[in-house]
């Protein structure tokens, strides 16, 4: 049996992809950048480099989802969605969310600040990365509970690139 090799669809508004759940472990990040990867194959028009850009923000969102959230507790996850919600005749907006476990503190107290000026340092350019590389993009409260806590948070991020019908 030949494996014939899938022809990727053009984009069209409302298309989502099956969501997908990993556990909040930073070894998983290989596997939502693999799957990230294998999704965005399917897509038309989508360049290297923009599945590039689109698989490292959703690899900084994940580790931050690990890093500051519930999710990267013992039995923690992160859930990934993707979707074209917009797709005109010039131009398609692929959307990116990250949803987490929410906060591992109580929302209403601030965290800790600490140093990120340091050009050197090693952590801290996540969100700067996700900035420069989407088109927009930003947090949402995920879940709500009727007495206000917070269940978690979406990191949701849009990449808008040329649609297909535009080439021709």
């Known amino acids: 049996m030949a494996i014939m090799p899938q022809t990727p669809i053009p984009a069209y508004p409302g298309r989502r992809w099956a969501a997908r759940t990993y556990p909040g472990l930073a070894s998983m990040a290989a596997r939502l950048r693999a799957d990230l990867r294998d999704d965005l194959a399917t897509l038309a028009g989508i360049t290297p480099d923009l599945a590039d850009d689109i698989t490292l923000c959703a690899s900084e969102a994940f580790a931050n989802a690990c890093d500051h959230s519930r999710s990267g507790h013992p039995g923690g996850r992160v859930m990934r969605f993707l979707s074209t919600p917009v797709v005109t005749r010039h131009e398609t907006t692929l959307r990116l969310s990250l949803?987490?476990?929410?906060?591992?503190?109580?929302?209403?107290?601030?965290?800790?600040?600490?140093?990120?000026?340091?050009?050197?340092?090693?952590?801290?350019?996540?969100?700067?990365?996700?900035?420069?590389?989407?088109?927009?993009?930003?947090?949402?409260?995920?879940?709500?509970?009727?007495?206000?806590?917070?269940?978690?948070?979406?990191?949701?991020?849009?990449f808008a690139y040329p649609s297909a019908e535009a080439d021709r």
């Open 99 to 158: 949803i987490d476990d929410g906060p591992k503190r109580d929302p209403r107290i601030p965290a800790p600040r600490t140093p990120h000026g340091c050009p050197l340092a090693e952590r801290g350019r996540g969100l700067l990365l996700i900035h420069r590389l989407a088109t927009e993009w930003g947090t949402s409260r995920a879940v709500d509970t009727p007495d206000g806590s917070l269940l978690s948070t979406a990191l949701w991020a849009e």
